[in-house]
Structure formats: C-alpha cells, structure tokens
C-alpha cells in the first residue's frame, strides 16, 4: 500500500489550493520530505465556469484552465503526486487512514484531507457525516461539521465548499489554504505560513 503524510480527497479548488500550500513548503527544514497526494475524480464545478471576477486570475479564463495551471502548480513540486480515480472508502486504522479507489487501488496516510465539494458525498467508513450547507443557497448542498479552523476529528480535515463556505472560488481556496497552513503549523511546531520573494538580481 502506498504511504503518504497526507491525503487530500477532491482536487478542485479547495483540495489543490491545500496541497499547493503544503507542498510549497517543501524546502523547510522541518518538512522532513513529507508526501503529500490528491485523489480526484474528475468532476469539479470549476469545469464548468468561465472566470471574470476571481482575484489574481486573467479575466475570461477558463475554469478547465484554471485547474490545469493548480495541477500544473501542485505538481512542480517533489512532494506532490495527483492521482486520478474515485475514492469510495476512508477507514481509520490505528494511527493511519487506509484510503480505497473504486478501481482498488489503496493507499495510506497520517492526516486525511476531505475536499470534496458541497453536492455529493460517497464515502463511506468516516467518523463524520454530512450537514444541511447553511451558505449553500440550495437545499441539497452539504458541509462538516469542524472546530472553526477546519478540524473536523483527529488527524481529519475539511477544506473548499464542503468546509462551509460561499460558492466563490476565492473562498474555497481560502479554506483549502488555511487547512494547510494549520497542518503546517503542526509540523514546524509553532506559527507558520509559506511566502515567496524574487531571487535578488545581481547588478
Ligand atoms: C457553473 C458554475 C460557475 C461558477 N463560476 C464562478 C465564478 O465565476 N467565480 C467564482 O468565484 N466561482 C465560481 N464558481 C464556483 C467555484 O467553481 C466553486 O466555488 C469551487 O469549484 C468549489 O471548490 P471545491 O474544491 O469546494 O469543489 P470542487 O471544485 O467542485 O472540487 C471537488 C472535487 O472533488 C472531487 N471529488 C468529489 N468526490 C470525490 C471522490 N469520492 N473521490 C475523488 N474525487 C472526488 C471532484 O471530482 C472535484 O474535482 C462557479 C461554479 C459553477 C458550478
């Protein structure tokens, strides 16, 4: 079975804005070359839009290309491995999650990101169970219940719209984000966040 540190499931907005933030930080002296892999099958909503208003995105682009350039962006690093297949089962087993595809692959991994956007939910052998969505504006949208930052159980995550949040693409990353920088905080052993400065130039 393959071992990761980390396992995010859905990589739409929410799920690649996570890995991205945790993978970028790959270079730490305290990210003792964690792995971090997303599990996606293929459906996110972004697949459908065409963005204008999202912050920092080119006006026009597509949602289709917006997530191949978050792919792209996750995958530039050597921590990182995207996956594509349909998870169908999550279990804890001891101090690990054991995570199955419908195809059989399985995996395993410490921490257990659930990034699955806020329509559907087929995953079965988790501690936690779908709510009503109160900032969905459809009646079938769904959320986790978490602590405020996210924390759904132990060593268990929620992150993008299935974490709470409004339809918008800023916000699902937003979550995805914080999610990392919570894990990453974990891992440095105090505050932390990612940022990144031009080489300086020589003149
Ligand atoms: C038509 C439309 C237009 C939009 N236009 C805009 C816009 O103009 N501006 C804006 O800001 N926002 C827009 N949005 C909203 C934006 O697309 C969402 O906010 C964003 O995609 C939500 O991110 P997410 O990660 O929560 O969910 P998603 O991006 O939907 O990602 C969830 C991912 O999880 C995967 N998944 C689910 N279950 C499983 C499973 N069991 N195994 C493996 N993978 C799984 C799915 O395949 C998907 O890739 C639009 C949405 C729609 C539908």
């Known amino acids: 079975m393959d071992t990761y540190d980390i396992i995010i499931i859905g990589g739409g907005v929410g799920g690649l804005a996570c890995g991205i933030t945790l993978a970028s930080a790959h270079a730490k002296p305290w990210f003792q070359q964690r792995r971090v892999l997303v599990i996606d099958d ?5 697949e459908k839009a065409q963005l204008f208003n999202v912050p920092g995105v080119t006006p026009g682009t597509t949602g289709t290309q917006a997530l191949h350039t978050m792919r792209m962006q996750f995958q530039q690093y050597p921590t990182a491995t995207l996956h594509t297949g349909h998870v169908c089962a999550a279990q804890r087993d001891g101090k690990h999650w ?3 595809t419908s195809d ?3 995996f395993k991994a410490d921490v257990l990101v659930l990034a699955t956007g806020y329509k559907r939910w087929e995953l079965s052998g988790l501690p936690c ?4 969505h109160p900032r969905g504006g459809k009646s079938n949208r769904i959320c986790l219940s978490h602590d405020g ?4 159980d132990q060593d268990l995550y929620v992150a993008g719209l299935l974490g709470g949040g409004s339809s918008q693409f ?3 990353a937003g979550i995805g984000t914080q999610v990392a920088v919570e894990l990453l ?7 932390t966040h ?3 400065v031009p080489e300086p130039t020589t003149s």
Not at 149 to 152: G, L, R
């Open 42 to 46: 293929g459906n996110s909503d972004l």
């Open 98 to 100: 054991n995570v199955h």
């Open 104 to 106: 059989d692959c399985a």
């Open 129 to 132: 169970e779908p709510q009503p």
């Open 149 to 152: 930052v996210y924390n759904v």
């Open 170 to 172: 800023a916000i699902a």
């Open 185 to 191: 905080s974990q891992w440095a052993g105090k505050r």
């Open 194 to 196: 990612v940022h990144d």
